[in-house]
């Protein structure tokens, strides 16, 4: 199985940009197709981004549209999340997951494996 962890989060003020790594270990990450997810204090984790096995497909929530990106190289078996025009909204601990399909998926529930997570704050 896949095990993956991702870094890269921190505190940025608003309008500023950060990008998210999630490593993969244990097996070539090109078997699984992956999501960025995010939670915030009293609420319920939310879909960010998702990317097909090969990097051909990729789907984003309506919130993050236009601002961040999400991409893959599987030959360094990591997934990034680039995040431009932050907003203080966008606080949240930032989660990777890997689901055992190559396709792409926004429920948080066709996911098989996820990280510990990486928090983002955006000040304003």
């Known amino acids: 199985q896949v095990r993956v962890v991702e870094s890269g989060g921190g505190l940025v003020q608003a309008g500023g940009s950060l990008r998210l790594s999630c490593a993969a270990s244990?097996?070539?990450?090109?078997?699984?197709?992956m999501g960025w997810f995010r939670q915030a204090p009293a609420k319920e984790r939310e879909f960010v981004a998702a990317?097909?096995?090969?990097?051909?497909?990729?789907y984003y929530a309506d919130s993050v549209k236009g601002r961040f990106t999400v991409s893959r190289d599987n030959a360094k078996n990591t997934v990034y999340l680039k995040m431009n025009s932050l907003k203080p909204e966008d606080t949240a601990v930032y989660y990777c997951?890997?689901?055992?399909?190559?396709?792409?998926?926004?429920?948080?529930?066709?996911?098989?494996?996820w990280g510990q997570g990486t928090q983002v704050t955006v000040s304003s």
């Open positions: 990317i097909s096995w090969n990097g051909g497909s990729t």
């Open positions: 244990g097996r070539a990450l090109g078997w699984y197709g």
């Open positions: 997951a890997a689901r055992s399909s190559l396709d792409v998926r926004s429920s948080w529930q066709d996911y098989n494996y």
